[in-house]
């Protein structure tokens, strides 16, 4: 699942967890919009717009995976509302007013 061919399948779905082919994918839409060889919405092959949606793709991309600090109290209040929720102990109103 992890070599270059199966990574760069076009039947692949979604993105390459192999950062060198996603960036190669990006380049080549890229190249394949600007030259008319993909329909995009009106307006939207301008070289600015070519060069800027990959990148806001990439940073995306990158930022993906990464775990973001959260408030672990909040996060085991609402676990146990829901536990409370889902028994039939409390109420829907109950448990929102408690989160």
């Known amino acids: ?4 061919d199966m990574q ?3 039947e692949l779905l979604g993105f390459p967890i192999n950062k060198g082919i996603t960036e190669k994918n990006l380049k080549e839409v890229g190249q394949k919009i600007t030259k008319g060889l993909l329909p995009v919405p009106k307006g939207k092959t301008d ?18 995976g990464k775990k973001l600090n959260s ?5 085991s209040i609402a676990s146990e509302e829901f536990e409370s929720f889902m028994s039939g102990q409390k109420s829907a ?4 007013k408690r989160i």
């Open 1 to 4: 699942m992890l070599s270059v």
């Open 93 to 96: 109103k109950e448990v929102s």
């Open 47 to 64: 070289a600015k717009s070519v060069e800027e949606n990959p990148q806001a793709i990439q940073k995306l991309l990158d930022g993906a």
């Open 71 to 75: 408030d672990f109290k909040v996060v």
């Open 8 to 10: 760069s399948s076009p």
